[in-house]
């Protein structure tokens, strides 16, 4: 197999994370212990299908919510997160090649592992990449997306955060090309038409840049919530779930390619979404369901000539107790003197016991089991000091948000992805993020 680690060969050496990073507890291991031996049954009462709830401490920085950067293009590796603070500021760390930190034109396309407020974002709400909604229904976006800085809404690179011209919002999702709005009498979506999300290709072309205009959606229940990927998914509040655009990752059969047509799709009950260019996952009652395209790993090597499996309907994954929400990654391919490197797709979940579980590419440690071995089954993170509430992946870097609001990074730290001050120095056990 032909993959490549960010970070060479550091990662065994410096698996501590430098001497000036924050001490990992001598204790952590006490809530490792807290992972059930036999997984309580899914029916069990006390399971709600949802997270935990954070709880924050006056006395130090809080994270409410937890979100990962987008690439600045196709090749990018989207190696960042941002988190949204107590005091409604968003704070980010990581890669920055397209403005995805949003520290204004001053601080260049520098990344950096020091987690610093995003310039322009206050009274937030809620974070959905680089895009954030405040409280009174407005939308501040940067990094680089349809931000509908001109005529049209096509890709612009941000680095101080713009408001965009919308009425008030709900929920806002943005993808590399197209965003999406939940407003108060339905779905509003722009960008590029590059895979059917905004109209049937036979009405407007393929790529073609749009304004926000109003999705069609069949009638049903108010929606609640908007994911974007290369498909979209509407998530009402009747559990029903619609998806349109990129085929896959739909969830439906559909002899479209892409599917221009908003559908219910089968998996009801949705409680948390992952939607990445080439596959997607979900957590519905406990269980996760992951589908769309990926590469298997066997036992022989991956290549450009290894066949894609392309999966239509949501299929069950297999973990050590119901999940409660689930995070996902997009399988990539690049050249690198003449060979084609192909990293596979990686899974993160959050167990309804509050421990963490990561299975898949784990080249830098970002499974976070103390290994960098390939893992084909649910691993349990070790060293988190409490249970989490959220966790989310980028190709080789994992963060996960404790209910207690503080947030730890472990796997690759070429970006400064886990944001714990020490720039290029991975890790192999979980790192506190130095939040504002």
């Known amino acids: 197999m032909a993959c490549a680690s960010d970070d060479g060969d550091e990662g065994a050496a410096q698996e501590d994370g430098g001497t000036d990073a924050p001490t990992p507890r001598d204790d952590a291991g006490a809530y490792d212990a807290e992972v059930p031996d036999a997984p309580p049954s899914r029916d069990a009462a006390w399971f ?24 600045a293009n196709a090749t990018d590796r989207g190696e960042g997160f941002c988190a949204l603070l107590d005091d409604g500021t968003a704070a980010c760390w990581g890669a920055n090649r397209g403005g995805q930190l949003g520290r204004g034109d001053d601080a260049g396309a520098l990344d950096s592992a020091i987690p610093a407020r995003v310039v322009g974002v206050s009274n937030a709400t809620q974070l ?48 590399a090309e197209v965003a999406c709005a939940v407003v108060d009498d339905g779905v509003l979506c722009w960008g590029r038409n590059t895979n059917g999300q905004l109209a049937a290709p036979e009405v407007i072309p393929l790529s073609t840049a749009l304004l926000p205009r109003r999705i069609d959606l069949p009638s049903g229940a108010s929606v609640r919530d908007v994911v974007v990927g290369r498909a979209a998914f509407v998530l009402r509040d009747d559990g029903v779930t619609v998806s349109w655009g990129a085929n896959p990752p739909l969830a439906r059969v559909s002899s479209l390619f892409p599917d221009p047509n908003p559908v219910p799709i089968a998996l009801r009950g949705i409680s948390s979404l992952d939607v990445t260019s080439d596959s997607a996952c979900a957590t519905a009652g406990g269980t996760a369901y992951c589908w769309g395209a990926m590469i298997p790993k066997t036992g022989e090597a991956i290549n450009a000539n290894t066949p894609r499996i392309d999966r239509a309907l949501p299929a069950p994954v297999v973990t050590p107790e119901p999940v409660v929400q689930i995070a996902t990654t997009r399988t990539l391919t690049s050249t690198e003197l003449g060979e084609t490197i192909i990293e596979p797709q990686r899974w993160c979940a959050v167990g309804a016991s509050g421990a963490v579980y990561c ?16 893992a084909f089954e649910a691993v349990a993170v070790r060293g988190l000091p409490g249970p989490a509430a959220q966790v989310k992946a980028t190709p080789s870097a994992t963060c996960a948000l404790l209910t207690s609001g503080k947030v730890y990074c472990w ?3 070429f970006y400064g992805q886990l944001g714990n001050g020490k720039f290029k120095v991975p890790s192999l056990v979980p790192q506190e993020v130095v939040l504002p």
């Open 48 to 71: 709600d299908g949802g997270p935990r709830p954070v709880v924050c401490d006056a006395s130090s920085s809080c994270a409410t919510s937890l979100v990962t950067t987008l690439g």
């Open 128 to 175: 959905d990449h680089t895009c954030a909604r405040d409280a009174s229904g407005g939308v501040s976006c940067w990094g680089t997306g349809p931000f509908l800085r001109n005529d049209a809404g096509v890709e612009t690179t941000e680095r101080t955060a713009v408001q965009l011209p919308l009425p008030p919002v709900r929920r806002v999702a943005v993808g």
């Open 411 to 413: 796997g690759a730290n």
């Open 359 to 374: 299975w898949g590419h784990n080249t830098s440690g970002q499974a976070g089991d103390g290994t960098k071995q390939y």
